[in-house]
């Protein structure tokens, strides 16, 4: 959804910062929503902090709330779908799978299901 809603704006996405901090996600404020979503999967308050004041900076009060928005969203789209049990559809597999394979998560997936 993140990459499509980016193309229709006239930016051209590239997935492989959110592994690698040398290369820019090509959107405005990449830097910063890498870091805030990093600092919230780590879970360390201090780190959050940061983060968040980073964002701020960046995108600005209103553009912080949105970037919060869809961090809580797709976390909360997770949970459900894993505490469910919803499986990967192999569509899904098929369509991301250049995706999955620029972010590592075929190891990912390889690892969980041991």
């Known amino acids: 959804m993140l990459r499509w809603s980016a193309e229709a704006?006239?930016?051209r996405l590239d997935l492989r910062a959110?592994?690698?901090?040398?290369?820019?996600?090509?959107?405005?404020?990449?830097r910063a929503l890498v870091g805030l979503v990093d600092?919230?999967?780590?879970?360390?308050?201090?780190?959050?902090?940061?983060?968040?004041?980073?964002?701020?900076?960046e995108l600005g009060a209103?553009?912080?709330v949105d970037a919060a928005a869809v961090?809580?969203?797709f976390e909360m789209m997770n949970r459900v779908?894993?505490?469910?049990?919803?499986?990967?559809?192999?569509?899904?597999l098929e369509r991301e799978a250049?995706?999955?394979?620029?972010?590592g998560l075929y190891d990912l997936l390889k690892s969980h299901h041991r």
Do not use: C, W
């Not at 250049?98 to 972010?103: D, G, I, N, V, W």
């Open 9 to 11: 704006y006239g930016y």
């Open 71 to 73: 961090i809580g969203n």
């Open 18 to 30: 959110v592994a690698d901090p040398s290369i820019h996600a090509g959107v405005p404020g990449a």
């Open 39 to 57: 600092a919230n999967l780590l879970g360390d308050e201090s780190a959050r902090e940061k983060a968040k004041h980073d964002a701020i900076d």
């Open 62 to 64: 209103e553009g912080f």
């Open 81 to 92: 779908a894993e505490g469910t049990g919803i499986p990967i559809a192999p569509q899904a």
């Open 98 to 103: 250049e995706m999955m394979q620029t972010l």
